[in-house]
Protein backbone atom coordinates (compact mmCIF):
# COMPACT_ATOMS: atom_id res chain seq x y z
CA UNK A 1 0.00 0.00 0.00
CA UNK A 2 1.21 3.24 -0.50
CA UNK A 3 0.38 6.83 0.54
CA UNK A 4 -1.18 7.43 -2.74
CA UNK A 5 -4.11 4.67 -2.37
CA UNK A 6 -7.85 5.62 -2.14
CA UNK A 7 -10.56 4.08 -0.21
CA UNK A 8 -11.67 1.67 -2.94
CA UNK A 9 -7.86 0.49 -3.85
CA UNK A 10 -7.11 -0.20 0.28
CA UNK A 11 -10.54 -1.91 1.07
CA UNK A 12 -9.60 -4.26 -1.61
CA UNK A 13 -5.81 -4.67 -0.62
CA UNK A 14 -6.80 -5.04 2.99
CA UNK A 15 -9.19 -7.60 2.61
CA UNK A 16 -6.67 -9.91 0.70
CA UNK A 17 -4.37 -9.32 3.62
CA UNK A 18 -6.83 -10.27 6.44
CA UNK A 19 -8.06 -13.92 4.25
CA UNK A 20 -9.84 -15.71 7.19
CA UNK A 21 -9.34 -13.16 9.52
CA UNK A 22 -11.42 -10.58 8.72
CA UNK A 23 -14.50 -9.35 6.67
CA UNK A 24 -14.99 -6.53 4.19
CA UNK A 25 -17.19 -5.29 7.13
CA UNK A 26 -13.98 -4.60 9.12
CA UNK A 27 -11.99 -2.88 6.54
CA UNK A 28 -14.32 -0.51 5.91
CA UNK A 29 -15.06 0.26 9.50
CA UNK A 30 -11.28 0.32 10.24
CA UNK A 31 -11.22 2.87 7.27
CA UNK A 32 -13.72 4.60 8.77
CA UNK A 33 -12.24 5.16 11.87
CA UNK A 34 -8.98 6.09 10.60
CA UNK A 35 -11.05 9.30 8.59
CA UNK A 36 -13.65 10.03 11.07
CA UNK A 37 -16.03 8.65 8.31
CA UNK A 38 -19.19 6.24 9.36
CA UNK A 39 -19.86 3.38 6.91
CA UNK A 40 -22.21 5.00 4.83
CA UNK A 41 -19.83 8.20 4.23
CA UNK A 42 -17.02 6.07 3.39
CA UNK A 43 -18.77 4.43 0.50
CA UNK A 44 -19.53 7.42 -0.65
CA UNK A 45 -16.35 8.34 -0.83
CA UNK A 46 -14.40 5.22 -2.61
CA UNK A 47 -11.95 8.42 -4.55
CA UNK A 48 -10.66 9.67 -1.22
CA UNK A 49 -6.85 8.88 -0.13
CA UNK A 50 -5.70 8.97 3.21
CA UNK A 51 -2.97 11.40 4.60
CA UNK A 52 0.13 9.72 5.79
CA UNK A 53 -0.43 10.17 8.82
CA UNK A 54 -4.17 8.04 8.41
CA UNK A 55 -2.41 5.24 6.24
CA UNK A 56 0.09 4.76 8.97
CA UNK A 57 -2.66 4.11 11.56
CA UNK A 58 -4.75 2.25 9.11
CA UNK A 59 -1.47 -0.31 8.52
CA UNK A 60 -1.39 -0.29 12.05
CA UNK A 61 -4.40 -1.27 12.75
CA UNK A 62 -4.71 -3.57 9.77
CA UNK A 63 -1.92 -4.91 11.77
CA UNK A 64 -3.89 -5.35 14.68
CA UNK A 65 -6.71 -6.95 13.78
CA UNK A 66 -4.59 -9.87 11.41
CA UNK A 67 -3.32 -10.79 14.83
CA UNK A 68 -6.75 -11.15 15.94
CA UNK A 69 -7.53 -8.47 18.27
CA UNK A 70 -11.21 -8.30 18.56
CA UNK A 71 -12.40 -5.47 16.34
CA UNK A 72 -14.63 -4.16 19.05
CA UNK A 73 -10.92 -3.25 21.00
CA UNK A 74 -9.40 -1.74 18.00
CA UNK A 75 -12.63 1.10 17.64
CA UNK A 76 -13.04 0.93 21.39
CA UNK A 77 -16.77 -0.12 20.63
CA UNK A 78 -19.52 -2.35 20.36
CA UNK A 79 -23.02 -2.30 19.27
CA UNK A 80 -25.34 -4.21 22.38
CA UNK A 81 -28.88 -3.94 22.80
CA UNK A 82 -29.94 -0.55 21.48
CA UNK A 83 -26.92 1.25 21.96
CA UNK A 84 -22.93 1.59 21.19
CA UNK A 85 -20.75 1.10 24.01
CA UNK A 86 -17.43 2.00 24.71
CA UNK A 87 -15.02 -1.07 25.39
CA UNK A 88 -11.17 -1.24 26.65
CA UNK A 89 -9.27 -4.32 26.67
CA UNK A 90 -10.35 -4.01 30.56
CA UNK A 91 -14.10 -4.76 30.18
CA UNK A 92 -15.19 -7.74 27.84
CA UNK A 93 -17.37 -7.61 24.52
CA UNK A 94 -20.98 -7.02 24.88
CA UNK A 95 -22.29 -10.15 23.18
CA UNK A 96 -25.39 -10.32 21.42
CA UNK A 97 -26.29 -13.77 24.00
CA UNK A 98 -26.67 -11.57 26.60
CA UNK A 99 -29.19 -9.33 25.62
CA UNK A 100 -31.41 -12.37 26.65
CA UNK A 101 -31.21 -11.06 29.92
CA UNK A 102 -32.37 -7.60 29.27
CA UNK A 103 -35.06 -8.87 27.40
CA UNK A 104 -35.89 -11.47 30.44
CA UNK A 105 -36.11 -8.40 33.19
CA UNK A 106 -37.98 -6.10 31.19
CA UNK A 107 -40.51 -8.88 30.32
CA UNK A 108 -40.85 -10.58 34.04
CA UNK A 109 -40.21 -7.30 36.41
CA UNK A 110 -43.05 -5.22 35.40
CA UNK A 111 -43.07 -3.03 38.68
CA UNK A 112 -43.04 0.35 38.10
CA UNK A 113 -40.06 1.20 40.90
CA UNK A 114 -37.58 -2.05 40.90
CA UNK A 115 -34.10 -1.69 42.50
CA UNK A 116 -31.65 -3.60 40.35
CA UNK A 117 -27.63 -4.33 40.80
CA UNK A 118 -25.55 -5.87 38.18
CA UNK A 119 -22.56 -7.69 39.45
CA UNK A 120 -19.18 -7.73 37.74
CA UNK A 121 -20.54 -5.23 35.53
CA UNK A 122 -17.51 -4.93 33.01
CA UNK A 123 -18.49 -1.85 30.32
CA UNK A 124 -21.78 -1.33 32.02
CA UNK A 125 -23.91 -3.17 28.90
CA UNK A 126 -26.25 -4.68 31.35
CA UNK A 127 -26.59 -1.67 33.77
CA UNK A 128 -26.79 0.91 31.63
CA UNK A 129 -29.15 -0.98 29.22
CA UNK A 130 -31.43 -1.49 32.19
CA UNK A 131 -31.04 2.12 33.55
CA UNK A 132 -32.57 3.85 30.26
CA UNK A 133 -35.00 1.31 29.63
CA UNK A 134 -36.57 1.57 33.20
CA UNK A 135 -35.94 5.94 34.12
CA UNK A 136 -37.75 5.07 37.02
CA UNK A 137 -35.92 2.21 38.54
CA UNK A 138 -32.99 2.42 40.77
CA UNK A 139 -30.00 0.73 39.28
CA UNK A 140 -26.39 -0.19 40.45
CA UNK A 141 -23.31 -1.72 38.85
CA UNK A 142 -20.35 -3.23 40.74
CA UNK A 143 -17.22 -4.13 39.43
CA UNK A 144 -14.03 -5.31 41.83
CA UNK A 145 -11.91 -3.78 38.58
CA UNK A 146 -12.22 0.38 39.10
CA UNK A 147 -10.68 0.56 35.36
CA UNK A 148 -13.92 -1.62 34.24
CA UNK A 149 -15.82 0.77 36.14
CA UNK A 150 -13.97 4.00 34.51
CA UNK A 151 -15.28 2.42 31.37
CA UNK A 152 -18.80 1.43 32.40
CA UNK A 153 -19.03 5.08 34.21
CA UNK A 154 -18.10 6.62 30.84
CA UNK A 155 -21.10 4.56 29.11
CA UNK A 156 -23.67 5.38 31.45
CA UNK A 157 -22.69 9.18 31.67
CA UNK A 158 -25.68 11.56 32.24
CA UNK A 159 -28.01 8.59 33.51
CA UNK A 160 -29.67 10.21 36.94
CA UNK A 161 -30.75 6.20 38.32
CA UNK A 162 -27.24 5.20 37.70
CA UNK A 163 -24.84 4.39 40.22
CA UNK A 164 -21.62 2.45 40.63
CA UNK A 165 -19.57 0.66 43.54
CA UNK A 166 -16.12 -0.70 43.28
CA UNK A 167 -17.47 -4.55 44.58
CA UNK A 168 -16.86 -7.65 44.69
CA UNK A 169 -20.03 -9.71 43.97
CA UNK A 170 -22.38 -9.14 46.96
CA UNK A 171 -19.46 -8.20 49.18
CA UNK A 172 -20.32 -5.07 51.39
CA UNK A 173 -24.46 -5.40 50.71
CA UNK A 174 -25.47 -7.53 53.92
CA UNK A 175 -28.48 -5.23 54.70
CA UNK A 176 -29.20 -4.33 51.50
CA UNK A 177 -32.02 -6.21 49.70
CA UNK A 178 -32.54 -5.79 45.97
CA UNK A 179 -35.94 -6.67 43.31
CA UNK A 180 -33.20 -7.80 40.87
CA UNK A 181 -29.63 -9.11 41.43
CA UNK A 182 -28.49 -9.66 37.69
CA UNK A 183 -24.56 -11.24 36.89
CA UNK A 184 -22.85 -12.00 33.58
CA UNK A 185 -19.93 -13.81 35.78
CA UNK A 186 -16.69 -15.61 34.49
CA UNK A 187 -17.91 -19.01 34.15
CA UNK A 188 -15.25 -20.67 31.45
CA UNK A 189 -13.40 -23.47 33.05
CA UNK A 190 -9.45 -22.61 33.27
CA UNK A 191 -8.62 -25.47 31.11
CA UNK A 192 -11.76 -24.83 28.22
CA UNK A 193 -10.49 -25.15 24.70
CA UNK A 194 -12.28 -21.80 23.70
CA UNK A 195 -9.70 -19.99 25.72
CA UNK A 196 -7.40 -19.17 23.34
CA UNK A 197 -9.72 -17.45 21.27
CA UNK A 198 -10.56 -15.10 23.67
CA UNK A 199 -6.76 -14.45 24.48
CA UNK A 200 -7.64 -10.59 24.46
CA UNK A 201 -10.09 -10.24 26.79
CA UNK A 202 -9.51 -9.88 30.48
CA UNK A 203 -9.04 -13.30 31.58
CA UNK A 204 -9.93 -12.76 35.25
CA UNK A 205 -13.53 -11.88 33.54
CA UNK A 206 -13.56 -14.97 31.44
CA UNK A 207 -12.27 -17.78 33.66
CA UNK A 208 -13.46 -19.31 37.28
CA UNK A 209 -12.19 -22.66 39.19
CA UNK A 210 -15.13 -25.62 39.65
CA UNK A 211 -15.07 -26.13 35.76
CA UNK A 212 -16.24 -22.82 35.65
CA UNK A 213 -18.81 -22.66 38.26
CA UNK A 214 -17.01 -20.66 41.11
CA UNK A 215 -18.04 -17.07 40.56
CA UNK A 216 -21.92 -18.46 39.50
CA UNK A 217 -22.14 -20.72 42.87
CA UNK A 218 -20.89 -17.71 44.92
CA UNK A 219 -23.27 -15.68 44.14
CA UNK A 220 -25.67 -17.59 44.11
CA UNK A 221 -24.94 -18.54 47.43
CA UNK A 222 -24.62 -14.47 48.88
CA UNK A 223 -27.73 -13.62 46.97
CA UNK A 224 -30.03 -15.97 49.47
CA UNK A 225 -30.35 -12.93 52.01
CA UNK A 226 -29.90 -9.68 49.66
CA UNK A 227 -33.58 -10.24 47.79
CA UNK A 228 -37.07 -8.87 48.34
CA UNK A 229 -39.68 -11.69 48.67
CA UNK A 230 -40.52 -11.75 45.61
CA UNK A 231 -37.25 -10.22 44.14
CA UNK A 232 -35.45 -12.63 41.35
CA UNK A 233 -31.97 -13.75 40.31
CA UNK A 234 -30.97 -13.82 36.99
CA UNK A 235 -27.36 -15.62 35.55
CA UNK A 236 -25.59 -16.08 32.49
CA UNK A 237 -23.79 -19.35 31.98
CA UNK A 238 -22.13 -21.15 29.73
CA UNK A 239 -23.56 -23.69 27.27
CA UNK A 240 -23.45 -26.92 29.26
CA UNK A 241 -23.48 -25.59 32.59
CA UNK A 242 -27.62 -25.06 33.23
CA UNK A 243 -28.14 -28.26 34.40
CA UNK A 244 -24.81 -27.55 37.25
CA UNK A 245 -26.24 -24.12 37.98
CA UNK A 246 -30.14 -25.59 38.46
CA UNK A 247 -28.71 -28.12 40.50
CA UNK A 248 -26.76 -25.36 42.66
CA UNK A 249 -29.46 -23.13 43.38
CA UNK A 250 -31.79 -26.15 44.10
CA UNK A 251 -29.67 -27.20 46.98
CA UNK A 252 -30.00 -23.81 48.68
CA UNK A 253 -33.37 -23.61 47.83
CA UNK A 254 -33.86 -21.40 45.05
CA UNK A 255 -36.61 -22.34 42.65
CA UNK A 256 -35.55 -22.13 39.39
CA UNK A 257 -35.59 -21.71 35.47
CA UNK A 258 -33.87 -22.70 32.53
CA UNK A 259 -33.66 -19.86 29.78
CA UNK A 260 -32.42 -20.09 26.30
CA UNK A 261 -31.42 -17.42 23.91
CA UNK A 262 -31.90 -16.89 20.27
CA UNK A 263 -30.28 -19.53 19.14
CA UNK A 264 -31.82 -22.48 21.17
CA UNK A 265 -28.83 -22.56 23.37
CA UNK A 266 -29.35 -22.58 27.26
CA UNK A 267 -27.81 -19.62 28.34
CA UNK A 268 -29.30 -18.30 31.67
CA UNK A 269 -31.25 -19.46 34.60
CA UNK A 270 -33.60 -16.89 36.58
CA UNK A 271 -34.96 -18.28 40.27
CA UNK A 272 -36.69 -17.01 43.28
CA UNK A 273 -36.87 -17.91 46.80
CA UNK A 274 -40.11 -18.81 49.22
CA UNK A 275 -42.24 -19.64 45.48
Known amino acids: M ?10 TKAKQMLGDTG ?6 LLLGHCLGLTRTALLARSDQRL ?12 EQRRAGVPLAYLLNRQAFWTSEFKV ?3 TLIPRADTELLIATILERCTQP ?3 LIDLGTGSGAIAVSIAKERPHWTVIGTDQCSRALNVAQDNGRNLSNLFWVQANWLDGFADARFDIIVANPPYIAPDDAHLPAL ?5 QALVAADGGLEDLKTIISQAKGRLTETGHLLLEHGYNQQSAVIDAMTALGWHSEGLRDLSGNPRAVIGQLGT
Open 2 to 11: TETDSVAVLT
Open 23 to 28: SRLDVE
Open 51 to 62: SPTQLTLFKAML
Open 88 to 90: TAD
Open 113 to 115: DCT
Open 199 to 203: RYEPR
